[in-house]
């Protein structure tokens, strides 16, 4: 899929089908998250892959946005250093996973963010990191409807040399 064509089709999925992710498929989705750019290479960022479904519910039980995470067959959660980009630069990680995931065929949606003392202890992240987000991810449990988003239009958001000047 090119890159823009998952970008405007990429939606949130909260439901999966009982099916695992293929191991090539995960390696793909943990290394977007790897080689994604970072501020000044810091490469702040751990990303726990959890498969065992009773941790998955666990975490699904843990996280009140997310308790979708117990139904599906994979979530990764990312961990990040204290640092001043730590947050942006594990952000970006995440929407690299998210989009080649969405290439393969397979569905996410980012759950919780920060905060999450619980996870640490159930995983075993050390205390000088944070716990950005949790990443289920999974087949889609039904069709859903590619690139039909409700978004503001371009002329809304978009501005030219300066705010308020269309861009057209």
């Known amino acids: ?18 099916k695992p992710v293929p191991p090539d498929v995960v390696r793909r989705i943990v290394e977007a998250g790897r ?4 501020s000044m290479n810091g490469q ?18 843990l996280i009140r946005t ?6 599906a067959p994979l979530a ?24 080649t995931a969405w290439s393969e065929g397979v569905g996410s949606n980012w759950a919780g963010f920060l905060g999450m003392t619980e996870v640490k202890s159930l995983l075993g992240i050390p205390d000088e990191l944070d ?3 949790i990443v289920p991810f999974g087949y889609p449990a039904q069709a859903i409807g590619q690139g039909k988003k409700q978004r ?12 308020g000047q269309p861009f057209e």
Do not use: C
């Open 66 to 71: 997310g308790p979708y995470i117990a139904q």
């Open 131 to 133: 716990v950005l987000a």
């Open 76 to 99: 990764v959660v990312v961990a990040i250093e204290k640092t001043p980009y730590a947050v942006s630069d594990g952000s970006r990680a995440i929407q690299s996973m998210i989009l």
């Open 35 to 38: 080689l994604t750019a970072s």
């Open 152 to 163: 503001k239009s371009l002329s809304e958001v978009a501005h030219r040399e300066r705010f």
């Open 44 to 61: 702040p960022w751990h990303f726990i892959v959890v498969e065992n479904r009773d941790t998955l519910r666990q975490l699904g039980a």
């Open 1 to 18: 899929m090119e890159v823009f064509e998952a970008v405007r089709t990429v939606l949130a999925v909260r439901n999966y089908q009982d």
